[in-house]
């Protein structure tokens, strides 16, 4: 059974900061592995997906690696600022189970 | 070209009674999957509907059914709501089984 563990579940930090989100699964047999963001009481928002014969995938300030032998992934926002603040999930897909495993994400407030 | 349309927004229920939720999936995507968002977790895998079946199915009581349309709609059903079932239920699309694109979401609350 897949599952998926995002470090830290809350992170502050001042704006203009680099920051790194991490992503952990269990089941390195994924299909692609993506990130979103969350605004509070909002859907998902689909930022950056990675397939699994990649390696990363950037846009803008963002980039977001996958490493599937050992099974992580992390999110890199350079240059916070106070708009970036709010939840980030990552998921995986796999293809056999047909479904996207999410971790809980990480809650995340840049201070202007 | 429209997205992923979830309806309705926002829906207030009390306990014990049944309601429906839908999705229309994005044009040319013939898959479509439900997911379960409670406060402060990530989605869970409700079940995944392609060519009018149910082809995948997550750990959810049978009090949670579903439908798909000849057009690739999709339906949710919840009987016998519970206070538990308050969340946010998101409907996913995609072209056959893969990772989908996802709607807004409907925000159920049970009361």
């Known amino acids: 059974k897949q599952e998926v563990t995002q470090i830290p579940a809350a992170l502050s930090v001042p704006e203009g900061e680099n920051l790194v989100l991490n992503c952990s699964f269990t089941d390195s047999a994924i299909y692609n592995l993506q990130w979103f963001r969350q605004d509070p009481g909002k859907g998902l928002t689909s930022l950056l997906l990675i397939q699994s014969s990649q390696r990363e995938q950037t846009s803008g300030r963002l980039n977001a690696s996958l490493d599937k032998s050992s099974g992580r992934s992390t999110l890199y926002i350079a240059a916070s600022q106070p708009g970036d603040s709010a939840t980030y999930l990552c998921?995986?897909?796999?293809?056999?189970?047909?479904?996207?495993?999410f971790g809980d994400g990480t809650t995340l407030t840049v201070k202007p | 070209d429209a997205g992923v349309t979830q309806s309705p927004t926002h829906l207030i229920k009390t306990r014990g009674q049944q309601v429906t939720l839908r999705c229309s999936p994005k044009?040319?995507?013939?898959?479509v999957s439900w997911y379960q968002q409670a406060l402060g977790q990530g989605p869970q895998f409700i079940f995944q509907?392609?060519?009018?079946?149910?082809?995948q199915r997550g750990n959810f009581p049978d009090r949670f059914s579903g439908h798909q349309f000849p057009n690739y709609s999709s339906e949710l059903n919840v009987n016998a709501l519970l206070l538990g079932d308050s969340a946010l239920y998101l409907c996913?699309?995609?072209?056959?089984?893969?990772?989908?694109?996802f709607g807004s979401g409907t925000r159920l609350t049970v009361v």
């Open positions: 996913a699309s995609s072209p056959r089984i893969q990772s989908g694109t």
């Open positions: 509907y392609y060519e009018e079946e149910e082809r």
């Open positions: 044009s040319g995507h013939d898959t």
């Open positions: 998921a995986v897909f796999d293809t056999n189970a047909g479904k996207s495993t």
